[in-house]
């Protein structure tokens, strides 16, 4: 059904963006920033001064890379946390004795920080772009593994035993009671992982100095280039504004099919 020229599909996809208008603050704030720093600052440069320092690493080439190493590393660790998570966090829920088990040691591991798995990645795995992918799948996995894991155990049983009752094969009793069940809570641990892959991206970049955005910040904030740190600052939220807008509109289509709370869904 069509309504004004957009259908049922395209207008919860627009509902799921974050409103724009949220943004109004922080550009007011930006105005302002400008307004009042008169001159050059060590600590507190005009924002005008982070364009021309993201002018000066676009043009030296320096940029482009940098962030295509951050991006790639952050989408091949959300592909991978997600479906290690998944299959993991199933496995645990549907089985209660193993959740039973295993539920102190998960709660134990995510309790860990991320940086302080970096010197142990370096040496089992080495210095280089295998750590520090590892360490931030070992960081985004948990949300996603909790989540799928306490929504798989919360599956009605009176559900499979409908599924049973009505002989439905294996693969259509996971379709149409166990997958509606739990792609809204793996949906949510979906968008705990994004922002947490975010930041653990850029901090083993800091501290390891591996390529990436978070090299070119702590650089930048080494040799004191203050307006170069705002830049990648300000490019970084960014891509994370980008990156939660997607997911909204992605997960507000997924739930039309799978809203929270189904039961049992039919064909």
């Known amino acids: ?23 109004l603050p922080l550009l007011g704030g930006l105005v302002v920033w400008q307004l009042v720093v008169g001159g050059p ?41 997600t479906t290690i998570g998944a299959i993991v966090g199933l496995a645990i829920g549907l089985a209660r004795p193993a959740a039973r088990a295993l539920t102190p040691l998960l709660e134990f591991l995510r ?5 302080v798995t970096v010197p142990i990645a370096a ?17 985004a996995v948990w949300p996603i593994l909790l989540n799928t894991t306490s929504a798989a155990a919360r599956v009605d049983p009176l559900l499979l035993d409908v599924a ?14 166990i ?13 705990v992982a994004i922002p947490l892959a975010i930041v653990v991206t850029l901090l083993v970049e800091m501290l390891t100095s591996l390529p990436g955005i978070g090299a070119l910040m702590i650089q930048a904030q080494r040799n004191f280039q203050s ?15 980008v990156v939660n807008g997607a997911f909204a509109v992605v997960e507000a289509m997924v739930l039309r099919r799978w809203p929270a709370r189904s039961g049992l869904a039919m064909p």
């Open 1 to 23: 059904m069509r309504r004004g020229g957009l259908d049922t599909s395209s207008r919860l996809a627009l509902a799921g963006l974050p409103a724009m208008r949220g943004l």
């Open 41 to 81: 600052s060590a600590y507190f440069p005009a924002p005008s001064e982070w364009w021309q320092a993201a002018a000066v690493m676009w043009t030296s080439g320096n940029l482009i890379p940098a962030f295509v190493v951050t991006i790639v590393t952050f989408l091949e660790a959300l592909v991978m946390g």
């Open 111 to 115: 309790a860990v920080p991320p940086p």
């Open 123 to 139: 040496l089992l795995i080495g210095y280089g772009e295998a750590m520090k992918l590892t360490v931030v799948v070992a960081s």
């Open 164 to 177: 049973r009752t009505f002989r439905l094969s294996p693969g259509a009793a996971a379709w149409r009671v």
């Open 179 to 191: 997958v509606p069940s739990v792609v809204p809570s793996l949906l949510v641990g979906i968008r």
């Open 227 to 241: 307006a170069q740190v705002y830049a990648l600052l300000v490019l970084v939220g960014l891509f994370g504004f």
